[in-house]
């Protein structure tokens, strides 16, 4: 038996699970760790912002490129273990992806509204309700609200499944995320310079956004196929070793840019070694997810992991909120974040696990069939593999 078998039949993969909630719970993390309207807390003391950007700087060790990683993974895993075909599956994430992207894009754009009249500026979201254009960014670019972005990113970026599937054979194929980072942030500052047209520009980065983090699907198919392979445990804990190196050496690049916002009171653009120490992080956090199957992984993690994806698509809801339920409180950036990141994550999983539980709504937060399909034929598994590949590729 391989050591990819062993891991798999003694419930290992419980590690995946472990990476998708970490994924949920960073991602709250980051968008809580700012102010009322996004930023970081630039009228407080440079001492009060420790805390937010430190909070910060630990949720983006699992951010949305994490998220990204993580569900390329499991596309590889799915596809190679089960006997559907590449076209139907892409037909299953359509669904399991872009619906409940419709349905939540729909929500926001008016729940918008709530926290925009008590903050003042609801005239701004009125119009851009009534404005064409403005629809079709919704849906088309995602930016209804806090990283609506990444589902329709994410569903662009499965569809290059049959070039990922060359990094199974030639792992070497992963470091191809180097050079397309290095080509996001060129073009892009290209783009930038260039042309004066917002929204053109708007569609023209995210167009060279899709082509570069192609460079994250090769990073996470390289990784499965060193695991289909089969990682022995000695190896194992060599590569755990090395991976949780290069996750220190990671956060604290991080922490300079940390300092950096906490001194300027604001969000700065991420050059050279900061730009890079980001972005790669969280192919090392996965790497070490991935190594550390040896460690005892509980079995409960299947079973919270799979309110993940709801998580992440009702927290914006609730910041907005506890946003409002703030206004004129005299609260410290620390206990702000504290307090915001707490409620947040706390009302998140508790709304995704009760709307899990009601079958006509369960498939907006991607715990049901969708009630006008009913459930997707998806060829038979085993247990193990039932057991971590579940309703969303996420």
């Keep these: 038996m391989s050591a990819e078998q062993v891991n798999t039949a003694a419930g290992r993969m419980n590690w995946l699970d472990g990476a998708r909630l970490a994924a949920a719970f960073c991602i709250i993390g980051i968008h809580t760790s700012s102010d009322s309207t996004g930023g970081a807390f630039s009228q407080a003391a440079a001492h009060d912002r420790v805390f937010p950007v430190l909070m910060r700087s630990v949720s983006e060790m699992a ?28 037909l299953q994430q359509a669904q399991r992806l872009l619906v409940p992207f419709a349905f939540w894009t729909g929500f926001y754009v008016f729940f918008r509204l709530y926290k925009a009249s008590h903050f003042g500026y609801d005239q701004a979201i009125v119009e851009q309700i009534g404005s064409l254009q403005h629809w079709v960014g919704f849906f088309l670019l995602g930016n209804a609200n806090f990283h609506m972005h990444f589902l329709p990113t994410l569903f662009l970026l499965l569809l290059f499944h049959r070039l990922y599937k060359l990094a199974i054979g030639y792992p070497l194929l992963g470091l191809l995320v180097v050079p397309m980072l290095y080509l996001n942030f060129a073009v892009s500052e290209w783009v930038w310079g260039t042309i004066n047209d917002p929204v053109l520009r708007e569609y023209a980065i995210r167009f060279i956004k899709i082509m570069t983090y192609t460079g994250y699907g090769f990073f996470a198919y390289s990784l499965f196929g060193f695991w289909q392979r089969g990682i022995k445990p000695d190896l194992a804990k060599a590569l755990f070793g090395l991976s949780l190196f290069f996750v220190f050496i990671g956060f604290l690049i991080k922490l ?44 409960s993690l299947s079973k919270w992991s799979c309110f993940s994806f709801g ?20 609260i410290k950036p620390d206990w702000y974040v504290f307090l915001k990141y707490c409620l947040t994550a706390f009302l998140s999983l508790g709304i995704t696990m009760a709307i899990g539980k009601a079958k006509a709504i369960a498939w907006i937060v991607g715990l049901g069939p969708l009630p006008w399909i009913g459930p997707i034929a998806i060829a038979p598994q085993s247990s193990v593999q039932t057991n971590q590949v579940k309703h969303n590729v996420q």
């Design 256 to 299: 300079i840019y940390a300092q950096k916002v906490g001194v300027a009171g604001e969000f700065i653009v991420r050059r050279g070694i900061i730009y890079y120490g980001h972005y790669l992080l969280p192919c090392a956090v996965l790497a070490a997810f991935m190594s550390s199957w040896f460690l005892s992984w509980p079995d």
């Design 63 to 90: 951010s949305t490129e994490f998220f990204i990683l993580v569900s390329l993974f499991l596309l590889s895993l799915k596809l190679t273990k089960s006997s559907l075909q590449f076209a139907p599956t892409m």
């Design 311 to 330: 998580m992440y698509l009702i927290h914006p809801a609730i910041m907005d909120i506890v946003d409002v339920a703030f206004i004129g409180a005299s």
